[in-house]
Every structure is written in structure tokens, then in C-alpha cells.
């Protein structure tokens, strides 16, 4: 809607019909204090103002509306047919007005001018729509960004305070399960030197007697087995310093250790030549212990052990980096021909007390690979296992050359 | 000179222990003469009070009540009538720690019990067959 002020009737008549050709509706108002009333009231997109009016003349009015914030964007066109002088026209800018026009008026010139102050009214308004709407989003995402940050810091002082928490636990319940295993030995100790003493020296000849005596003698012995284990994996945790190890010498010990059993199942083991690195002896050792002698104990019945100990340089800390002759990593691969496991179980054989085999047929304590992994973990290394019930495992370590 | 054993002191507060040890003792070489105290206080005072004659060698546990086989170890090799005596820590414990306490305050081995009676008789056999002189750290019994 376009407002004509005007103080002479038959201007506003004329004015009002020009736009009316042009399909552009307008109002009016015969003094610039009734101009003002309709501003405050209405909407317009436009004001045509004459300058010479009794009482508040065109300049004031225009003064008055540039004061306010929400009439201060009303594009003002001045129309005077007397003050036709520069420094009118300069004033009429001044106040506030987009154009000055002075009479006679082209009536297609003058349509022109206002539909372009329209137009740019609109998209004045259009702009400050959109301006408002993104100050708005603006707001809203600060403050959600506030909140995320609040909520961010708020979640990792919780972790922060958990972590400290669970590592003081896990502390106290390694030192307890060291305790534990090491009180529960020593009566264990007891019950198999006596249960030993009272078989060879006390019963010959009662066939029952023996029998009892000498399940309860692989019972403890399992127990003893069960608690060594255990005493080894809350060993795990204490700090040792890393040097360098070779892995050539640390096998070679293993498989003296394991002379007896490969030479009664008549295994063959061929092992490569292992790279050196930097690493806990007596911790590497063990892994090696318990991988080996998982794939001679899990052996198929009546089939002799076949161990292939593989070693390969690779790139990066992945079970699928390129072999390379200058990597940071060896891939250690100990493979066998073993009753295999289902990889379905994959996740599982690594849990401590997760053992997948009849206790009956396969003596274990289900500990074994769970301190294979600590100890890979604890080398900053990984371990994985492919397998295939009846063919065989491959258990497949990476370990990094260095420690930092 | 070879260090030859007549009497042996086991400081040991496990009763268990000490019945296999003097039987397994006895087995080895049944002329030598045992004694037993059950803890660090109970040896010294055994010694110090002569209840106990000067022995050739002890045997000496390591976890005790009252005073440890460390401490006791400590107080041996300080009193001039007894720091001659060559000690042998005795213990069910093979960590390490408790080891190189030991040595550094001058035990002559460490011995981790047997878990088999045999093997006691044997271990104790070749000790006494042992010229304890030529015991070091790096040639342990």
C-alpha cells in the first residue's frame, strides 16, 4: 500500500488515479500530522509526500518517520511543485528521502520511479527477513554449541573420573588376584606333596585307593596349573622396562622347554628367522610358550603336530600391510594342523577363562591366549587367529620393532 | 677348605614344611642334626640364648609372622657370633624382588621349595654334596 500526503484534495485525486491505473492500491492523508497517525497505524511500502503542507510540512514528516525503527525504512518520494530549489532538494535527501520530484510530474516516469522504490522496498524487507532469520539460527546454534560444549566437558570429567576409578580398581584387584593366587598355592602345595608322599610310600595294593588318590592328584595338579596361570596374568601389569630381545634366542628357549611333549607326538616344528626387537624377555617368552603350546596340545589324535613359525617385516600396524625388508613391524605367524576352532568363536578365545574345548579331552585353563593378548597389548601390538575346525589355526601376531 | 654341615637350622612358621623337610633331611643323610625355630624372632633368640649350638647352615623362610626371613637375614649378618653362617633363603615365593633383597644382604642362595617331596630329597642331597664355598649368584645350587 503506497500513502499520498497531500494537503490539496485534487492532487491526492489525480495521484490515486494514475496509480490505480497501474493496479497500485494507495491512501491518503491531507496533513503531515495525519500522515503520521496512518504510519503508526498502517503498513505502507511507499509514502509520496508533498513538501509544502500547513502545519507539519513534508521535510518534518520525513524527519519524524526516519526517527523511528520501524518507519525509518519507508522509502520517501517528495513531490513539490514549488520548492523547486537545490537546497529543498538537498534537504528533501537529508531527511530521509529516496527521490525528489518536482511538478509537472510525467505520469509514466513517475510510475516507473515508484515501482522501482517498491521493488526495492520489498527486497529491502526480503533482506532483513533473512537477516533476522539468520541471526535467529545464529542464536540457536550458539546456543546449542554452548550446550554441546557444557555437555562435552561435563561427559569427559565423568570419563576422566571413571578412568582414574576403574584404574585404581584394577589395580587393587590385580594386587588381589596376585595375593589370592599366591596364599592359594601354598596349601595347594601341600595337599599334593602329601596326597604324592601317601601314594608312593603308603598304598601298593588297593587298586581303588590309587585310583582316588590319583584323580585327586590331577585335580590339584589342574588347580596348580589353573593358579600359576593366573599369578601370570595379574603379573602382567606391573611395569618392566622393554630391551632389546631377540626373538631367534627367546623361540629356540621355548622349544627346549617344550623337547619332551614335541618329541613324544612326533611334532615337527620349522621355524624362520625372527627379527630382533625391543620388548620384555621374560613376557615374550610366555606368549611364545602359550602359542606354541596350544598348537601342540589342541593336536589331532593319532596326526603328529606340524608347527610352521613364520616372520615377516611389514609396513604399518596392520594384518593386511605390505611386506617390506625396511618395516616398523614383524608379523610373527604360528601356524599348525591342530583340531582348529570355528572363527565364529574368534572373539571369544582371547577372554580369559574362555576355553572352547571338552575339558575331558583338552586339559586348559582357558587363560593362555588371554595372556598372549595382554602381553601383545602391552608390547603396543595385535593378535588375531584364522582357523578351521579340523584343519588348523593360525594364530598371527604384530608386534612393533620399537617401543615408544 | 670345603664347609662341612653336622647341624642344620630350618626358620620355617609352616609346621607342614618343617615335618617334610625332617624327613626329607633324614632320608638325605640321616646323621646330620636339625634344629627348627618357627620365625625370625624364635631363631635369634634360640641362637643368642644357645638353646640352639651355632649351626652350619640355615635354611631361612622368607614371609614369616613376628620377623621376616629379610629382616632376620638383616640381623644375622650383623651379630659377629652368627654372620659367618651361610644362609639359605628357603621360600615358596620365586619373585624376584624378594630375591634380590636377599642376595643384597647376603644370602648365599635362594631356594624355592619343591612342590614334590622327592625333589626336596634331592635338592637338600645335592646341597650337602655342595662345596658351599663355591656358591655364587651365578652358580646357584
Redesign the interface.
Known amino acids: 500500500m503506497i500513502l499520498i500526503v497531500d494537503d490539496i484534495k485534487a492532487n491526492i485525486v489525480a495521484l490515486k488515479k494514475i496509480l490505480e491505473l497501474h493496479g497500485l492500491a494507495s491512501d491518503a492523508a491531507t496533513s503531515g500530522e495525519d500522515a503520521l497517525k496512518k504510519i503508526l497505524k498502517n503498513n505502507y511500502s511507499l509514502i509520496i509526500m508533498d513538501v509544502q503542507m500547513p502545519g507539519m510540512d513534508g521535510f518534518e514528516v520525513a524527519e519524524t518517520l526516519a526517527g523511528s525503527n520501524r518507519t525509518k525504512d519507508i522509502p520517501v518520494l517528495f513531490l513539490s511543485a514549488i520548492n523547486k530549489e537545490k537546497k529543498y532538494i538537498s534537504r528533501g535527501y537529508e531527511t530521509g528521502g529516496v527521490d525528489y520530484i518536482t511538478k509537472p510530474v510525467d505520469p509514466d516516469l513517475l510510475i516507473l520511479k515508484v515501482k522501482t522504490f517498491l521493488k526495492l522496498y520489498e527486497q529491502q524487507n526480503e533482506l532483513k527477513n533473512i537477516r533476522d532469520l539468520l541471526s535467529k539460527e545464529i542464536e540457536i546454534r550458539k546456543g546449542a554449541q554452548q550446550n554441546l560444549e557444557l555437555k562435552v566437558a561435563e561427559r569427559t570429567r565423568e570419563l576422566l573420573q571413571k578412568n582414574e576409578e576403574l584404574e585404581l580398581r584394577n589395580h587393587e584387584l590385580q594386587q588381589f588376584s596376585w595375593v589370592v593366587s ?1 596364599d592359594l ?2 596349601p595347594l ?2 595337599i ?3 596326597i ?2 601317601l601314594k ?1 610310600n603308603h598304598l601298593t595294593d588297593d587298586p581303588k585307593a590309587i585310583d582316588y588318590i590319583n584323580r585327586t592328584v590331577n585335580a590339584s595338579e589342574r588347580m ?1 596349573k589353573l593358579i600359576t596361570d593366573l599369578l601370570e596374568y595379574s603379573r602382567l601389569s606391573s611395569n618392566v622396562v622393554p630391551e632389546c630381545t631377540d626373538l631367534n634366542l627367546i623361540l629356540k628357549e621355548v622349544l627346549l622347554d617344550f623337547d619332551h611333549l614335541t618329541e613324544e607326538k612326533n611334532a615337527i616344528i620349522n621355524l624362520e628367522t625372527m627379527p630382533r626387537i625391543k620388548g620384555i624377555p621374560s613376557q615374550l617368552r610366555q606368549l611364545f610358550q602359550n602359542l606354541i603350546g596350544n598348537s601342540l596340545k589342541f593336536s589331532k589324535e593319532g596326526i603328529a603336530p606340524e608347527i610352521d613359525i613364520t616372520a615377516e617385516l611389514v609396513e604399518e600396524k596392520d594384518f593386511e600391510s605390505k611386506v617390506s625388508s625396511s618395516g616398523n613391524y614383524c608379523k610373527i605367524t604360528v601356524k599348525d594342523n591342530g583340531i582348529g576352532f570355528d572363527e565364529k568363536y574368534l572373539s571369544k578365545v582371547f577372554i580369559i577363562f574362555q576355553s572352547l574345548n571338552d575339558r575331558n579331552a583338552y586339559e586348559g585353563t582357558g587363560i593362555g591366549l588371554a595372556i598372549a593378548k595382554k602381553i601383545i597389548e602391552k608390547h603396543d601390538g595385535l593378535i588375531t587367529a584364522k582357523s578351521q575346525v579340523g584343519v588348523g589355526s593360525s594364530f598371527i601376531i604384530l608386534l612393533p620393532l620399537s617401543q615408544n | 677348605m670345603t664347609h662341612i654341615i653336622k647341624t642344620i637350622l630350618l626358620v620355617d612358621d609352616d609346621h607342614d614344611d618343617q615335618l617334610l623337610f625332617k624327613e626329607a633331611l633324614s632320608e638325605a643323610d640321616n646323621s646330620i642334626v636339625y634344629h627348627a625355630a618357627f620365625n625370625g624372632i624364635d631363631a635369634l633368640e634360640k641362637l643368642n640364648s644357645g638353646e640352639i649350638k651355632i649351626p652350619d647352615l640355615i635354611f631361612l623362610d622368607v614371609n614369616m609372622p613376628k620377623m621376616n626371613g629379610i629382616d632376620c637375614l638383616k640381623e644375622l649378618k650383623k651379630a659377629d657370633n652368627l654372620k659367618k653362617i651361610p644362609v639359605l633363603m628357603y621360600s615358596t615365593s620365586s619373585f624376584s624382588e624378594y630375591k634380590k633383597e636377599c642376595f643384597e644382604n647376603g644370602a648365599l642362595s635362594y631356594i624355592v621349595k619343591p612342590d614334590d617331596y622327592g625333589q626336596l630329597c634331592g635338592k637338600l642331597k645335592h646341597i650337602l654334596n655342595t662345596d658351599l664355598n663355591l656358591i655364587t649368584q651365578n652358580s646357584p645350587l
Open positions: 599366591h598355592k601354598e602345595r601341600k599334593e606333596i602329601f604324592k608322599l608312593d596348580n
